[in-house]
């Protein structure tokens, strides 16, 4: 179905809704189409394309919600869903805070966004298939790899459409390139997996599969021969993507609905002093050519650019309208998560934070899920390399780090200059004063 | 960073997975408590798909030259409910139809999937999917036969497809009271029952069509307790691929509740847990996450096949001390993880993985057995038609031992007793982290103190060589296993167990 076909659609089930008793409906369709091809040790492993339709609607009767999805788009399958919607909403309880977002005029300039590439849809399957092929065989004719889990290259053309009952009937194209390679290192039983990937919503920014197998290849080469340290206290420095692991968990301590449910270490905590003067974050869904770009979010909103923390003072946490009305405030955009959320660049080059430590960790991966909200505690298994002198020293592995996400916003000692926008969440290289490190 | 290489379980739960059925006309066909027609395929009925068509999108997509061709039929409802701040937030039902068409040439895959299940759409997308070989027709397809499984683990006698709204609230609302009633320091309650029904028919070149309805519920906790300002959260969910009878016989909406807000409180005067190595016994509660982790995901066959599983050159080798035997078992009747029959229809059948210490098999779909010249052992399958089939796990259990409990506790002077978990990890080089969420001190062979989130880390190597003692209380956790980006139900046992020394991640 074409743009205007799906946008009529959902204008029309939301008119059939609200004939139905529905005091207020929501209609969002996403439409996609994929490539994707995996190859490994040279050979094309998998070739997928498809493309694929997505309906979710959302009815308040009263200020009692129900919600509904559907992969299936005929007309029989939608009046069926929406019916039922309004049937059981009327079970759930009436909360005078449901509903959906004032009506808001829709002002942005969706071009001025970046976020569709043309040249895109015109690249042929061979040359995806080649470049993956390339990243590939770059880092397979390094020695020191072991095996290659793959490499893979991916574009997505989606579209989002949304109409609902106040008035709102938009509609965006993204595009989407990326590629990644995945490699194994190491002897014996002690191996190490590392690799890298770029995405971008334009062609000519992607990486090239030089760059990208580079990268790869200096990430997994540098683990070889990784071993325990003893149990201590030490600073911690995070390379890039850390920093951005380190955000998204940042993410779920000011996301409103944890706020509201007094689910976060954050709660209660805006025009505190939460960090030191060196944070400052930033969730900004306007961004020109951001991976986390988008001219509305999931519930028609406008995104917009919300300072989180301005150094170190918390301002604002990331809302959706619901939750916003719960805590008094009003939405930042957040319905669909975060944005692109990162913490401002600072001054220092990542070589003079390394050169700072005198024994510490440079962080480069971790492992598991030991992040809690509520108390803001961390507790991850890590890699990376060890620190003595303000050299790199040798490579860790098998280590866990400890910390408390509260803790460490007051002690970040510096700040890098590197900020780059590869990932909807990201940040610069920075250094923690201090975390828990174990080992022996 | 495109993080493709982890192997992840989660425990069950969280909004996302939360549920409750309406009727849809659907259901009409599956009369109460009955199991589903076995020569019924559900699409030819539903949706009009005949068996000519099947067979002609088959030869479509063996058209350039491809060895085998696949289609699977998914058509899945899932209904929830959610529960916070004493009221019913929302209800939702979720549908999702399609079909997923597959095409093997070698070790290649050609894969295409479309959610418009038509005659002309699905022959489109099988020569999609075809084009991953590049040559002509060499094989025909098979007259399609109906195959039965012989299996049935499902419980299908109290079906919740066949529960009424109005009472699925009310399951929710006694978890949430039970839960918020059961400390005054319950300040936050959050609840939710998810159940769905999943129809799949999947049929092949070679000539099978097989059908299954598969039934899935789940009802979770959360709470959130605070005192002097410390706030911690507990968590609990129980389900299956069962009905409402469970909720009345097995785990009642309050005993999940009351677990939840147990934890919450007992986190409250949790202490950070002391880092370094030290002796570990795991709890049979929830700790089937390290058998999962540490020997269930390094023996899945793809990566076993590649050589990129720490494991792949050690079948028939001793791997473990001797008292250690590790299976999963599909059949087992009613788990998260329990199948009739597999992504790609094979019957599943409990799959011996470490017998006595040794390395003895590989969870095996049907391209990686073919490729390693091994049998099929029913463990393909997929998070979605969206997803090719994979080597997965589905309920992973290690054998009991004589120990007894008291006895494990009793012989660690100081270490660390593991309870609850937020989930597990484990990359293919096969160094995991558990997370858990709580545990308590050992000091003097008694627990003492509880603990709040610790991390352990090891690699499987070395861990299966550390277990020392086994009890035999054997006890399941629920989860949701990640693998390349594909979701799957899963449960996890294992009873009490004592690892010589294992890394402990804390705050010193």
């Known amino acids: 179905m074409s743009t205007p076909a799906l946008l009529a659609l959902a204008e029309e089930l939301v008119a059939f809704g609200r004939k139905n008793g529905a005091s207020q409906a929501e209609v969002l369709v996403r439409q996609g189409t994929e490539f994707s091809v995996d190859v490994r040790e040279g050979e094309i492993e998998k070739l997928t394309e498809a493309d694929s339709n997505g309906l979710t609607l959302r009815v308040f009767v009263d200020g009692k919600m129900a919600r509904a999805s559907s992969s299936d788009l005929s007309g029989e399958t939608l009046h069926r869903l929406m019916a039922n919607a309004i049937d059981r909403a009327r079970l759930s309880s009436a909360d005078p805070l449901a509903g959906l977002p004032e009506k808001n005029p829709l002002a942005i300039d969706v071009a001025a966004l970046k976020i569709y590439d043309p040249a895109l849809l015109d690249m042929p399957p061979e040359k995806k298939i080649a470049a993956a092929r390339e990243t590939e065989a770059i880092c397979l004719a390094d020695k020191r790899i072991k095996k290659s889990f793959g490499a893979g290259y991916r574009t997505n053309v989606g579209a989002t459409l949304l109409a609902n009952s106040n008035g709102f009937s938009g509609s965006y194209t993204r595009t989407s390139c990326s590629c990644y390679v995945y490699l194994q290192a190491g002897e014996g039983s ?11 919503p334009f062609l000519g920014r992607l990486e090239t599969p030089e760059e990208i197998a580079r990268k790869a290849l200096h990430r997994v080469t540098r683990l070889i021969g990784g071993r325990k340290v003893e149990t201590q206290n030490v600073p911690v420095v995070l390379e890039p993507p850390m920093t951005g692991s380190l955000l998204s968990f940042l993410f779920n301590c000011v996301n409103g609905n944890s706020i509201y449910l007094k689910q976060s270490f954050l709660a209660g905590k805006v025009g505190e002093q939460v960090g030191n003067e060196l944070v400052t974050i930033i969730d900004d869904g306007t961004l020109p050519e951001g991976i986390g770009t988008k001219p509305f979010d ?3 909103v406008p995104t917009q650019k919300t300072v989180v923390m301005e150094k170190g003072i918390l301002r604002s946490y990331l809302m959706d309208t619901y939750a916003a009305r719960k805590l008094g405030m009003k939405s930042t955009g957040n319905a669909s998560g975060a944005n692109n959320l990162y913490l401002a660049a600072g001054t220092s080059t990542p070589d003079e934070i390394i050169k700072s430590v005198s024994k510490g960790l440079l962080l480069t991966g971790t492992i598991g899920f030991g992040l809690v909200p509520t108390t803001g505690d961390i507790s991850r298994g890590a890699f990376g390399l060890w620190i003595e002198n303000g050299e790199i020293a040798f490579p860790v592995s098998e280590i866990t780090i400890s910390g408390n996400l509260g803790q460490i916003l007051r002690g970040i000692q510096m700040v890098g200059n590197d900020l780059k926008f590869k990932d909807s969440i990201t940040g610069p290289t920075m250094k923690i004063a201090e975390m828990t490190v174990g080992g022996k | ?12 739960g969280g909004i996302g997975l939360a549920a409750t059925l ?9 009369a109460r408590g009955a199991v589903p027609p076995p020569s019924a395929t559900l699409f030819e009925e539903r949706f009009g798909v005949t068996r000519e068509q099947m067979r002609a999108i088959l030869a479509s997509a063996l058209s350039k030259g ?58 489109r997308t099988a020569l999609t999917a075809a084009a991953i070989a590049a040559g002509t027709s060499r094989l025909s397809v098979a007259d399609l036969t109906q195959k039965v499984s012989p299996l049935q683990v499902y419980d299908l006698q109290t079906p919740m497809k066949d529960v009424l709204l109005k009472a699925k609230v009310e399951m929710v609302k006694l978890a949430y009271t039970a839960a918020q009633s059961h400390d005054k320091r319950i300040t936050k309650v959050q609840a939710g029952l998810m159940d769905e029904i999943q129809y799949v028919t999947i049929a092949n070149s070679e000539g099978l069509i097989i059908s299954d309805a598969r039934p899935q519920v789940v009802l979770f906790v959360s709470s959130t307790a605070e005192e002097n300002g410390v706030r911690n959260t507990g968590f609990k969910a129980a389900g299956g691929r069962t009905g409402q009878d469970f909720f009345l016989k097995t785990e009642t909406p309050a005993s999940i509740g009351n677990a939840a807000s147990a934890d919450a409180i007992t986190l409250l005067s949790a202490i950070d847990p002391p880092a370094g190595e030290q002796p570990v016994v795991l709890g049979s509660l929830q700790s089937g996450v390290m058998i999962h982790e540490a020997v269930g995901h390094p023996l899945e066959a793809d990566g076993n096949r590649k050589k990129t599983s720490i494991m792949w050159d050690k079948l028939g080798q001793q791997v473990a001390n001797p008292i250690v035997t590790i299976y999963d078992d599909p059949t087992i009747p009613h788990h998260s993880g329990s199948m009739n029959v597999d992504d790609e229809g ?13 390395l003895v098999g590989f969870l095996q779909d049907r391209l990686s057995a073919k490729l390693m010249n091994m049998d099929p052992n029913g463990h393909g399958r997929r998070a979605s038609y969206r997803d090719v089939p994979i080597p997965r796990m589905a309920n992973t259990v290690l054998g009991t031992g004589d120990a007894a409990v008291e006895d494990i506790i009793k012989s660690v002077k100081k270490g660390f007793f593991a309870e609850t978990y937020q989930g597990g990890q484990v990359s293919d080089s096969g160094k995991f982290t558990f997370s858990v969420n709580m545990g308590y001190l050992i000091e003097d062979g008694k627990l003492t103190r509880p603990v709040k989130n610790a991390t352990l880390i090891g690699t499987n190597v070395q861990i299966l060589n550390e277990v020392e003692m086994i009890a035999n209380d054997t006890r399941y956790f629920l989860g949701t296993c990640g693998k390349e980006g594909q979701s799957a139900s899963v449960t996890a046992g294992t009873p009490t167990l004592k690892l010589r020394q294992m890394t402990v991640g804390g705050r010193s």
């Not at chain 2, 094979?346 to 040794?358: D, F, V």
Request: charged share 30%.
């Open chain 2, 66 to 123: 491809g060895d085998f061709s696949e289609l699977y039929f998914e058509y899945k409802i899932r209904n929830s409910v959610r529960m916070e701040e004493d009221i019913i937030k929302d209800s939702s039902e979720n549908i999702t139809l399609g079909v997923g068409i597959r095409v093997l040439k070698g070790a290649q895959t050609g894969y295409g999937y479309t959610d418009d299940i038509t005659f002309e759409k699905m022959k």
């Open chain 2, 346 to 358: 094979t019957i599943p059948t409990k799959t011996m993985l470490i017998e006595k210490g040794k």
């Open chain 2, 1 to 12: 960073m495109i993080d493709i290489n982890r192997r992840a379980f989660l425990r069950r």
């Open chain 1, 298 to 300: 999931a519930e028609g």
């Open chain 1, 190 to 200: 002690n191996l190490f997996d590392e690799g890298w990937g770029d995405e971008s």
């Open chain 2, 22 to 30: 309406t009727s849809g006309l659907w259901f009409d066909l599956l």
